[in-house]
């Protein structure tokens, strides 16, 4: 939870002068997101989100980010479409930051995952594949293969400060993946970020996707790999064969999958249990004493990994060919 | 900044049933409020402020603050007015906490006080002292004189640690205090804690007041001597007597002052600065070590108390008898 950027009364006033949503009559930052500042934003038009660009998000990927979002809402994904100002842009510069406001999306993400949570996402991230194929702006994945070796030079050896031989396990998985990534499957505009908390329901019905900020480019079975390890693990570190299978049955009535893409699911998902340990290890070696922002337990994705590790088939997954 | 305890999606529906104010849309947590624990709740119905009570603050005077909201609420004051469930109740259990629904209360807190902020102010805080007078419940103040004694012990001596000195000069002002306390002025309710963060602004109104939290009966003349001193004194510590004066006249236009209350305000103005000095003082030396809330600077209450220290009569304020 967060609130980075504090934005005074009389500036937010003069920043709503280069909109149409009417007059501010409140803003409260909230303790959510990561990455950035985030407010609710009440005006006389309404309830919406103001969001102030931090450090970590790259301000040459916001035009690919806030274009993604308008481009779905455009075809019909719910999610937080950018508001323009009166001169046609989404993005301006509030105190010392890239910031825009985008629509307030109403709904709750679920705590407790069930069954009917990924059969709708599952759906969703469909519609979400399709709509965005013909969206024109490109941003490689900088957080996938390509990208792990650095991330793992980063870490500088401290995984084993975290559990002895970490390390060592982290370079030979690295090694496996590099060597047997698939490459030549369906590419297209990935989430890649689709956990519970960026996913809103109201009752069982997905009401809307956010955080797009690490959107991109990728195999779009990847999606799917990371929804897997996100979605449809227990609290106890097994896996639930009936969420995997409804969400990627629910997938597939909207788009089906290739053979190709099915039969990789296996290596994507043990990558994407990589990536996630990688990305918190290094958030965990490296956070500030004293943040915010208390850092996820890396070992909860090393025991991932280790299932995914020990899987034979997608049918282990609950998923039939 | 703060939200200590989380409210799942799950709970918040089912506590919303024993509300006749829509179903639930969207909660989120806000980064503000020291204290407790808020959210903004938008149902059907429209925005409301859940807050759950955190330790600090004691269930037993939950009745109290709520009662006092909605009496002035009642009275036309503007405040977060408490929302009753279909039983009637306002209080009741959420996630193990005391929990109460408020309504919304639009406004901005003002970054940099203004004079016209501070008439608004006056005008306000004698019309809050004039809707008081008929409230049936009582609490005594805590963080008066007779509680400043325990808590400079609480202190332990460490004062010097913030400033060497300062523990001796914090006896030698509590002797005085005690000694010259005016103890026979008029009493009723105030609100004690009447902050900037406190009191919301739309443009140049003041929309309403938040943060009841520390009601109490006390002195009335004391609510303007907090207020003098956080209201009228500059980033630099020196005051400004324009803005006292348009306080205090535009609370006599209200409600007018008597000769004893006048001639009270530098002891009573010396006094709030000491509470503020050893309340942040004792956070200062307490706080955790990476708490979310950083502590406020004791030392900007002692320029204050010294300030007031030097104050021969009243008219040092710019404040006519």
Redesign the interface.
């Known amino acids: 939870?967060?609130?980075y950027t504090e934005v005074?009364?009389?500036e937010?006033?003069s920043f709503l002068t280069e909109y149409d949503i009417g007059e501010?009559?409140?803003?409260?930052?909230?303790?959510?997101g990561v990455e950035n500042s985030n407010y609710?934003l009440?005006t006389t038009a309404g309830?919406y989100i103001l969001t102030l660009y931090e450090k970590r998000v790259k301000k040459e990927d916001l035009p690919f980010f806030l274009g993604y979002m308008q481009h779905l809402a455009a075809q019909g994904i719910s999610c937080p479409v950018p508001i323009a100002g009166k001169d046609g842009e989404f993005l301006r510069t509030l105190c010392g930051r890239p910031a825009a406001i985008t629509a307030?999306?109403?709904?709750?993400?679920?705590?407790?995952i069930q069954p009917f949570h990924c059969r709708a996402l599952g759906k969703t991230m469909a519609e979400m594949h399709l709509a965005g194929a013909n969206f024109p702006l490109e941003r490689p994945n900088s957080l996938s293969v390509s990208g792990w070796e650095q991330l793992l030079e980063a870490c500088e050896g401290k995984g084993d400060q975290v559990k002895p031989g970490l390390t060592r396990e982290l370079e030979q998985e690295l090694t496996f993946l590099s060597a047997n990534w698939p490459d030549s499957l369906p590419k297209g505009v990935i989430h890649a970020d689709m956990f519970q908390d960026n996913v809103?329901?109201?009752?069982e019905n997905l009401s809307g996707v956010i955080d797009f900020y690490f959107a991109c480019n990728d195999v779009l079975a990847y999606e799917i790999a990371i929804c897997l390890n996100a979605w449809c693990f227990e609290q106890d570190n097994s896996f639930n064969v009936t969420k995997a299978q409804l969400m990627t049955r629910a997938y597939q009535e909207t788009k089906p999958l290739t053979r190709e893409e099915l039969e990789a699911l296996p290596i994507l998902a043990r990558g994407a249990a990589f990536r996630f340990l990688l990305t918190r290890l290094y958030d965990w070696i490296n956070h500030p004493?004293?943040?915010?922002v208390k850092p996820k337990d890396p070992l909860e994705y090393l025991n991932k990994l280790r299932f995914h590790q020990s899987v034979k088939s997608v049918s282990d997954y609950g998923i039939t060919l």
């Open positions: 939870m967060a609130v005074p009364d009389d937010v006033e501010v009559l409140s803003l409260k930052g909230i303790a959510e609710i009440h309830n307030f999306l109403d709904g709750m993400w679920p705590r407790r809103f329901f109201i009752h004493a004293g943040a915010f």
